[in-house]
């Protein structure tokens, strides 16, 4: 089995900065992409930001120029650093990480429990 365990979230105020860090752990041979997903409570989750393996990387509209997404693949572990949080940016983040079990090498969505992240004014 594969677990991914996110840290880092927390309370805020607007225009400060948090961290998020997921790792994955268990029988893991590869990882694919890499990614961090929110989601509010009667909205459908969202994609924030996803890495390659390579290291390409994607965001929403709404985090470009302020969230950075990083990954230490020797530690199977996939960053979110967030700067000039807003309101709207309050939500619960979740990990996401495509991960292949053996070398048959094919890739299964495993997801991390969630880390709530509150913005205040």
């Known amino acids: 089995q594969v677990q991914l365990v996110e840290s880092g979230g927390g309370l805020v105020q607007a225009g400060g900065s948090l961290r998020l860090s997921c790792a994955a752990s268990g029988s893991i041979f590869s990882i694919n992409a890499m990614g961090w997903y929110r989601q509010v409570p009667g909205k459908q989750r969202e994609l924030v930001a996803v890495?390659?393996?390579?290291?390409?990387?994607n965001y929403a509209d709404s985090v470009k120029g302020r969230f950075t997404i990083s990954r230490d693949n020797a530690k199977s572990t996939v960053y979110l650093q967030m700067n000039s949080l807003k309101r709207e940016d309050t939500a619960v983040y979740y990990c996401?990480?495509?991960?292949?079990?053996?070398?048959?090498?094919?890739?299964?969505?495993?997801w991390g429990q969630g880390t709530q992240v509150t913005v205040s004014s």
């Open positions: 996401n990480a495509e991960v292949a079990v053996s070398r048959v090498l094919v890739f299964y969505n495993y």
């Open positions: 890495i390659t393996s390579g290291g390409s990387t």
